[in-house]
T-cell receptor
Framework: DVKVTQSSRYLVKRTGEKVFLECVQD?????MFWYRQDPGLGLRLIYF???????EKGDIPEGYSVSREKKERFSLILESASTNQTSMYLC???????????????FGDGTRLSIL | TQLLEQSPQFLSIQEGENLTVYCNSS?????LQWYRQEPGEGPVLLVT?????EVKKLKRLTFQFGDARKDSSLHITAAQPGDTGLYLC??????????FGKGTLLTVNP
């Protein structure tokens, strides 16, 4: 079974802090994703990585950066946390090109981040 | 920007009832995936539909992809409390990305 592990289930940080959210997958997937999930807004893509050291902005990248130094690990960084970044953060991974572009995404259980 | 509209947003029914959840867009998607998310967990894939008009069944769940690949529906027959959860549809975009609908929160009461 694919396992996507997010380092923290709950996290409380203060405004202005630099925050790191870590995600590790054990299936050798090429693609990794960071989303945030908010009531009434659904899942929104923050950043996407299709290979080590490769990244692509998603729909709402402002205030975030990412790092992918190893294939299995994808980190989301809040450079200077603000209260409007309080949210549920979900990491996901999927296969790259297998002749079928419709690969499912496998999700971690999420990190509920509160910025005070 | 491709958007997916899900309806209804909330649904509360009694055990044994049938229900249908809709996912609509003005855009064509290469595929449509359905996920279920339970409290405290991440979404889990239920099914992927790829071909216009395709119908897939998963026990009491029936998924359909519209002929024009712009819409999809999920029908649950004889709902059970274990079906409770957030149902999400997601359309395939370029580069393996997905566009998610906002979800339908289903509660099945015993």
């Amino acid at each position: 079974d694919v396992k996507v592990t997010q380092s923290s289930r709950y996290l409380v940080k203060r405004t202005g802090e630099k925050v790191f959210l870590e995600c590790v997958q054990d299936m050798d997937h090429e693609n990794m994703f960071w989303y945030r999930q908010d009531p009434g807004l659904g899942l929104r893509l923050i950043y996407f990585s299709y290979d080590v050291k490769m990244k692509e902005k998603g729909d709402i990248p402002e205030g975030y950066s990412v790092s992918r130094e190893k294939k299995e690990r994808f980190s989301l960084i809040l450079e200077s946390a603000s209260t409007n970044q309080t949210s549920m953060y979900l990491c996901a991974s999927s296969w790259g090109d297998r002749g079928d572009g419709n690969q499912p995404q496998h999700f971690g259980d999420g990190t509920r981040l509160s910025i005070l | 920007t491709q958007l997916l509209e899900q309806s209804p947003q909330f649904l509360s029914i009694q055990e044994g009832e049938n229900l249908t959840v809709y996912c609509n867009s003005s855009s064509v998607f290469s595929s449509l995936q359905w996920y279920r998310q339970e409290p405290g967990e991440g979404p889990v894939l239920l099914v992927t539909v790829v071909t216009g008009g395709e119908v897939k069944k998963l026990k009491r769940l029936t998924f359909q992809f519209g002929d024009a690949r712009k819409d999809s529906s999920l029908h649950i027959t004889a709902a059970q409390p274990g079906d409770t959860g957030l149902y999400l549809c997601a359309g395939g975009r370029s580069n393996y990305k997905l566009t998610f609908g906002k979800g339908t929160l289903l509660t099945v009461n015993p």
